[in-house]
């Protein structure tokens, strides 16, 4: 038989006395004031960071008293809750670097979980503004293996994408397997100097592969933003990254069942036209020049602006119509199709369509790039990745040719084939196969070889050169409707607009289909 316990025996603890109004107040202005900004004087601080994003007056802050009994931790490094930008609610997560470098731990995870759980059912846009040194090792059991740890983040942002926007601001490190919060959102901002992405310190990679390196050049915001793509603009100064933040948010709409805002049309930026497209195939220009004169002043914001330039994206306004903007660049490789543009076009294709946002392609594309060296890069992979998200998006898509558009160059760019609803072409446009030139040499290349006088090999080629531009000429693309239309370059701006307008009943196919399986 059991014994029963002494009860009388055993030692009493007494509690500590119940917290008074006085130490909430205390608690809750420790809480707010977060730990020493002295110690980072080149930052702005997390809540003057908040000030610049949302509208006077609007935040409101949930769990500030997170780990309130250690005075150490003031809200747990994080700030999370709702305010508005331009009237429109907003959730957000933002690191504090005065706790603990904004390292997360059980509590820290638990906030920003909740923030994405009420993002999620209320389909609320989500803004990150981080600065964190990462998981929290004297912690390491509350952030790392379970249900509600660092994992449940990540799957709320996966989860939510494509459903709402998300857009990140990084102000500081962001380490480890924290770098994957800024890898799920649709765009990165980062700040020069400060901002950084890495899985492992150079510390760290020293001891695992022997490299020595710098956080610039491993994981800083131009290593990002130029080399590995995962930036998409680096800015000098805090502020300037979310006031750009909040300027992209007027482009997208709250969430994917809805259109993005119209705002009011302005008119272009430059009207002058003439010489603008070189007829020559072979020489550059900045289709920018072109953008400019194509949308509204002002309006063109440019998304990965200083990675694989030969292609540019960017939302824009046309007559206050939000678009997305697909363009081949020739001032850079001669606007060729490279591993790292199909996969920058793909992810703003895939960008536009999630968010009801118009594609406009303007084609001036010799085709995809050619050599060993991109054929070992996978460029038929990556050049699939970027078809597969065109011919998948269910926006409306809209092709200008603007000069050369040849080969699976032309296919990428949005041919007739994938259903754009209109294909458009100045009158300087060739499309084919490849460019006239080219084409003799290939197709007669053994009896160019077999003619022994030049000048009589110069006007053979020159000959055979009329008869295939005669077979890819821009009446015979009308004439086989190939085009749609040929347009003079200052009707371009009003003869999309009025396509837009057609289109304005557009609406998604009903239910979801089963995905395609993309070439990654």
Same mark, same amino acid.
């Given at each position: 038989?059991t014994?029963?316990?002494?009860?009388?025996?055993?030692?009493? #603890?007494?509690?500590?006395?119940?917290?008074?109004?006085?130490?909430?107040?205390?608690?809750?202005?420790?809480?707010?004031?977060?730990?020493?900004?002295?110690r980072?004087?080149?930052?702005?601080?997390?809540?003057?960071?908040?000030?610049?994003?949302?509208?006077?007056?609007?935040?409101?802050?949930?769990?500030?008293?997170?780990?309130?009994?250690?005075?150490?931790?003031?809200?747990?490094?994080?700030?999370?809750?709702?305010? +508005?930008?331009?009237?429109?609610?907003?959730?957000?997560?933002?690191?504090?670097?005065?706790?603990?470098?904004?390292?997360?731990?059980?509590?820290?995870? #638990?906030?920003?979980?909740?923030?994405?759980?009420?993002?999620?059912?209320?389909?609320?846009?989500?803004?990150?503004?981080?600065?964190?040194?990462?998981?929290?090792?004297?912690?390491?059991?509350?952030?790392?293996?379970?249900?509600?740890?660092?994992?449940?983040?990540?799957?709320?942002?996966?989860?939510l994408?494509?459903?709402?926007?998300q857009?990140?601001?990084?102000?500081?490190?962001?380490?480890?397997?924290?770098?994957?919060?800024?890898?799920?959102?649709?765009?990165?901002?980062?700040?020069?100097g400060?901002?950084?992405?890495?899985l492992?310190?150079?510390?760290?990679?020293?001891?695992?592969?022997?490299?020595?390196?710098?956080?610039?050049?491993?994981?800083?915001?131009?290593?990002?933003?130029?080399?590995?793509?995962?930036?998409?603009?680096?800015?000098?100064?805090?502020?300037?990254?979310?006031?750009?933040?909040?300027?992209?948010?007027?482009?997208?709409?709250?969430?994917?069942?809805?259109?993005?805002?119209?705002?009011?049309?302005?008119?272009? #930026?430059?009207?002058?036209?003439?010489?603008?497209?070189?007829?020559?195939?072979?020489?550059?220009?900045?289709?920018?020049?072109?953008?400019?004169?194509?949308?509204?002043?002002?309006?063109?914001?440019?998304?990965?602006? +200083?990675?694989?330039?030969?292609? !540019?994206?960017?939302?824009?306004?046309?007559?206050?119509?939000?678009?997305?903007?697909?363009a081949n660049?020739?001032? !850079?490789?001669?606007?060729?199709?490279?591993?790292?543009?199909?996969?920058?076009?793909?992810?703003?294709?895939?960008?536009?369509?999630?968010?009801?946002?118009?594609?406009?392609?303007?084609?001036? *594309?010799?085709?995809?790039?050619?050599?060993?060296? *991109?054929?070992?890069?996978?460029?038929?992979?990556?050049?699939?990745?970027?078809?597969?998200?065109?011919?998948?998006?269910?926006?409306?898509?809209?092709?200008?040719?603007?000069?050369?558009?040849?080969?699976?160059?032309?296919?990428?760019?949005?041919?007739?084939?994938? #259903?754009?609803?209109?294909?458009?072409?100045?009158?300087?446009?060739?499309?084919?196969?490849?460019?006239?030139?080219?084409?003799?040499?290939?197709?007669?290349?053994?009896k160019?070889?077999?003619?022994?006088?030049?000048?009589?090999?110069a006007?053979?080629v020159?000959?055979r050169?009329v008869?295939?531009?005669?077979?890819?000429?821009?009446?015979?693309m009308?004439?086989?409707?190939?085009?749609?239309?040929?347009?003079?370059?200052?009707r371009?701006?009003?003869?999309?607009?009025?396509?837009?307008?057609?289109?304005?009943?557009?609406?998604?196919?009903?239910?979801?289909?089963?995905?395609?399986?993309?070439?990654?």
């Amino acid at each position: 038989m059991t014994a029963e316990p002494d009860l009388a025996a055993a030692p009493v #603890e007494v509690p500590d006395a119940a917290p008074s109004a006085d130490d909430v107040v205390r608690a809750t202005e420790r809480a707010r004031a977060g730990g020493d900004p002295a110690r980072w004087p080149d930052k702005l601080p997390v809540r003057d960071r908040l000030a610049v994003l949302f509208d006077p007056g609007s935040f409101v802050e949930d769990g500030l008293l997170a780990t309130a009994m250690d005075a150490g931790l003031p809200a747990d490094g994080v700030i999370t809750g709702v305010g +508005r930008v331009e009237g429109r609610p907003v959730a957000v997560i933002a690191h504090d670097f005065t706790v603990k470098a904004g390292s997360w731990g059980e509590l820290t995870c #638990e906030k920003q979980v909740r923030i994405l759980e009420r993002a999620d059912r209320d389909l609320l846009p989500v803004v990150y503004l981080v600065d964190s040194a990462g998981g929290r090792l004297t912690d390491q059991m509350g952030f790392f293996p379970g249900r509600r740890g660092a994992s449940a983040i990540f799957q709320m942002q996966v989860k939510l994408s494509g459903r709402v926007p998300q857009l990140c601001c990084l102000h500081g490190p962001s380490a480890a397997g924290g770098a994957y919060m800024p890898a799920f959102c649709d765009w990165v901002g980062m700040v020069d100097g400060n901002a950084s992405m890495y899985l492992a310190s150079p510390r760290v990679a020293e001891k695992v592969t022997g490299e020595r390196t710098t956080l610039e050049e491993m994981g800083g915001a131009m290593m990002h933003a130029t080399v590995s793509g995962c930036g998409d603009e680096v800015f000098d100064e805090d502020w300037e990254a979310i006031a750009a933040a909040r300027l992209l948010l007027s482009y997208l709409p709250n969430d994917f069942r809805s259109p993005p805002a119209a705002a009011p049309s302005r008119e272009p #930026e430059r009207e002058d036209w003439a010489g603008l497209v070189p007829e020559d195939p072979n020489t550059a220009y900045d289709v920018r020049t072109v953008i400019d004169r194509l949308v509204d002043e002002g309006t063109f914001f440019e998304i990965k602006a +200083r990675w694989a330039e030969e292609m !540019v994206t960017g939302f824009a306004r046309l007559d206050g119509r939000v678009i997305g903007i697909v363009a081949n660049q020739p001032a !850079v490789r001669s606007g060729a199709i490279f591993v790292d543009s199909a996969d920058k076009a793909a992810r703003f294709i895939s960008l536009c369509d999630a968010f009801n946002v118009p594609l406009v392609f303007l084609q001036d *594309v010799p085709g995809f790039m050619v050599g060993v060296e *991109v054929e070992r890069q996978g460029i038929i992979r990556h050049g699939a990745k970027m078809i597969v998200a065109m011919a998948s998006a269910e926006v409306p898509k809209y092709t200008v040719v603007l000069r050369k558009a040849y080969a699976a160059g032309f296919y990428a760019m949005c041919a007739p084939g994938f #259903e754009p609803r209109a294909t458009l072409a100045l009158p300087t446009a060739t499309i084919g196969p490849m460019g006239a030139e080219a084409s003799v040499n290939a197709v007669y290349a053994n009896k160019i070889a077999a003619i022994s006088d030049p000048a009589e090999r110069a006007e053979f080629v020159a000959a055979r050169t009329v008869e295939q531009q005669a077979d890819i000429n821009l009446l015979r693309m009308g004439s086989d409707l190939v085009v749609d239309a040929v347009v003079e370059p200052e009707r371009l701006r009003a003869e999309l607009s009025a396509r837009m307008v057609d289109a304005d009943r557009w609406t998604r196919t009903p239910g979801r289909r089963h995905h395609p399986v993309s070439p990654v």
